[in-house]
């Protein structure tokens, strides 16, 4: 089992930058794949950003050049640098975790409001 909270949402006037973090428990969490998803309002879930258990990344194409998925396994932590923000980028982001081998994320997070103004 892996707990997975989230925290750095808020409220940001667009072009600012937010930090999420997501902390894990587990003592595997090196090797599990991790991602960071979005859901806004009236839509449906969308992958934002992914991040291998060995560094490898992917992006949704709205957030490539603007945010950075990093892992820090020594804190077992995962974070979305959002920089550029927008505020078609407003939304609960949620963090998952992925078992080595499994086709679909396993575990997720309560979620963490971030919010662009225009």
């Known amino acids: 089992q892996v707990n997975l909270v989230e925290s750095g949402g808020g409220l940001v006037q667009a072009g600012g930058s937010l930090r999420l973090s997501c902390a894990a428990s587990g003592r595997t969490f090196s090797r599990y794949a991790m991602a960071w998803f979005r859901q806004a309002p009236g839509k449906e879930r969308e992958s934002v950003a992914d991040?291998?258990?060995?560094?490898?990344?992917n992006y949704a194409d709205s957030v490539k050049g603007r945010f950075t998925i990093s892992r820090d396994s020594a804190k077992n932590t995962v974070y979305l640098q959002m920089n550029s923000l927008k505020p078609e980028d407003t939304a609960v982001y949620y963090c998952?975790?992925?078992?080595?081998?499994?086709?679909?994320?396993?575990?997720w997070g309560q979620g963490t409001q971030v919010t662009v103004s225009a």
């Open positions: 991040i291998s258990w060995n560094g490898y990344t």
């Open positions: 998952a975790a992925k078992n080595p081998g499994s086709a679909s994320y396993d575990y």
